[in-house]
Nanobody, 117 residues
């Protein structure tokens, strides 16, 4: 089993920045893709960004140029640097990892990001 602990959410004004972190613990061998999803009020959960074990990244069009995903394999941690935040970025952000040859998926508990003036 893998446990994911997220941190870094909060309240920020439009144009501001936040950095989310997600640390994996437990049986953390063979982690493939690490990523962040979000679910805004009344919306479906959507992929924000992910990063493979080789460092390849993918971003939602709405965050390209503003968000940066990175990972520290030694710490089994994935980060999401969010700059130039907009009102529409308000959501619960969830960490997600895919592990092993069976591509088992794990989710964090979610962290609230609120962008408001």
């Amino acid at each position: 089993q893998v446990q994911l602990v997220e941190s870094g959410g909060g309240l920020v004004q439009p144009g501001g920045s936040l950095r989310l972190s997600c640390a994996a613990s437990g049986s953390i061998s063979s982690i493939n893709t690490m990523g962040w999803y979000r679910q805004g009020p009344g919306k479906q959960r959507e992929l924000v960004a992910d990063i493979t074990s080789g460092g390849s990244t993918k971003y939602a069009d709405s965050v390209k140029g503003r968000f940066t995903i990175s990972r520290d394999n030694g710490k089994s941690t994935v980060y999401l640097q969010m700059n130039s935040l907009k009102l529409d970025d308000t959501a619960v952000y969830y960490c997600n990892i895919i592990q092993g040859i069976w591509r088992t998926e794990y989710w964090g508990q979610g962290t609230q990001v609120t962008v408001s003036s």
